[in-house]
């Protein structure tokens, strides 16, 4: 144990023997009291009190040491008692501790490679990964996202989440608004012809693009009525 550690828990118990020592001199006034009846005793102990403390310093004598010992010991438990059964206040957030978040608290929640995260935001983003290095960091991969129409659903957080190519996709797209889209933003990104392009489109891309033709192939010219079906 190095002397600091022996420092704070002699800081620590030092009450607690200071009262156990104090509690010696009692002992001795009760030891020196005349009477065999309890009353007797109290009555005598007004007497002998003076007596015991007259000498400041503590009884060493066996009986006197062990009540100065149990006095001790009950202070230091009900210390611990009172400590245990305590209300734990929250000085400072009486009114709720709501606060608006930081870089540092969704950073644990991301990777450094920007494909492999879901886009929420222009700077916060969540890893698609499932076995984070801190378990504690594991989030569903579930997205809400609640807009009126026009406000910018698909163009400013689906489309950008389509291109991250960073899994499997399956797109309930009725209209084939956002799979001509997505075809459009690739084409726009990496030109058809080998020769127009000047960064070379990587093989998922290709296969995106072939996905999204034939989608878009297969939306039939006019929808069926309402007795009618599709085969």
Known sequence: MSKKELSKLLALYLPYILMGLVATNFGEAWRLAVGKELGDKIMSLMGTIPAAFANPLPSLHPLDLLVGLCCGAAMRLAVYLKGKNAKKYRHGMEYGSAR???????????????????ILTKTERLMMSNR?????????????????????????????NLLQCHSSYVVTDPNGESAINLLLASVT???LKPTE?????????WRIRLTLKMSASMIPSKMPKANQSVC
């Not at 608006?100 to 995260?117: A, C, L, Q, R, Y």
């Not at 392009?197 to 891309?205: A, E, K, N």
Request: no cysteine; net charge positive; aromatic share 12%.
């Open 100 to 118: 608006w978040g930081t870089p540092k608290d969704i950073e644990p929640f991301m990777v450094p490679k920007f494909e492999d995260n879901i």
């Open 132 to 160: 984070p290095p801190d378990p504690k960091n594991a989030r569903n991969k579930n997205v809400l996202v609640v807009g009126g129409s026009g406000s910018g659903k698909t163009r400013f957080w689906l489309k950008p």
């Open 189 to 191: 990104l990496w030109p």
């Open 197 to 205: 392009r000047t960064v070379p489109m990587p093989t998922r891309f």
